[in-house]
């Protein structure tokens, strides 16, 4: 999984009928020291997570449908979390 | 997912049963500021989009075959989403 | 999927028993302009495709597992259509 | 899988239901003379790591919902074993 | 599937139960001639590798799973055969 912040969201009007509902975000993987790392993808909501919210992404194609509920669903990413804390060990 | 814009089409006669009748996109995935990212790839149209059309492609093997809506076919990136507008929060 | 070329076959007598009599072959994954792009990777033949061969190739377990027929192989990468042509608009 | 050592811990009290009780570590992959390598990564803790130690981590969305025993959750890192030692032949 | 040259083994006490009595191996993944490319990686033996032969290894968690002929098993990348010879066209 990823850490990412959610940046922006897409439309689109004529969709995958499975896609019916699901909100899509944009969102930017982070550094640990929340940098841009890379580029922005897209993430179907499992969640409610709005924008500028630092987010769990999970990026593979069973577990992003599984997040969404629907399981033959055609998604390759979800947001799956959201970030209170990040600890990193000295 | 990826944002990418449909810049052609393949031609395949002599192709895997499952493939039948499925047309085959060629997709130019883009930055957000629409510039091409990275080398294109073949997607199965699962949709209707056109050339030029700038389109939602999912790139895992399940949820393309699931896009495609032919369980075991051997794809492994789809077109499932016509992009109407991208917001990006600033 | 990719556009590759065949450039090579491999041999592995000792294999898992669920490749028997499948045949390996070498691609090089292609430019749209017919370059090579990146490491050449090995793939199951699908459907007979020859050396020199501008081929189909779909990068994925579940997806080459298919293409084979053989539900629970232990392949990620297989040859699933011969390309005529490629049409990339202007 | 990837061995990587164990650099901190992740909090994220609004998750996926799927997650509730999961132990979210962040892992940093490891090339073979110890070095960090690439990005550090979240992955889902299947056997009580520590922070600092050496571990195994799958990198893979069915392998790693198996290893924390829920079939269908949307994960796709584990940690899946403790390295006592790595062995590289001269 | 990639060609690989198993350069070491792994030892793991601790770790998930799915692993008992699994070969953990260090492959090194090569060019096709015979350079090293890219970073080492951890794949299962299914078959009986030796440290310094040629292998065949898949890299993905269905079908190494299915390689070490545990369905469920948490791995991602297993040994499916050992290389005899690599015949690349001229």
Not at 31 to 54: F, H, N, S, W, Y
Request: net charge negative; hydrophobic share 50%; no cysteine.
């Amino acid at each position: 999984m990823q850490i990412a912040r959610v940046i922006g969201t897409v439309v689109a009007t004529q969709k995958h009928r499975k896609f019916e509902g699901a909100k899509l975000l944009l969102v930017q993987p982070l550094t640990m020291d929340d940098k841009p790392r890379g580029p922005a993808l897209l993430a179907v909501d499992a969640l409610g997570a709005g924008v500028d919210e630092k987010v769990l992404v999970v990026m593979e194609g069973r577990a992003a449908g599984e997040a969404l509920g629907r399981k033959f669903a055609p998604v390759d990413a979800a947001v799956v979390g959201i970030i209170d804390t990040v600890d990193i060990s000295e």
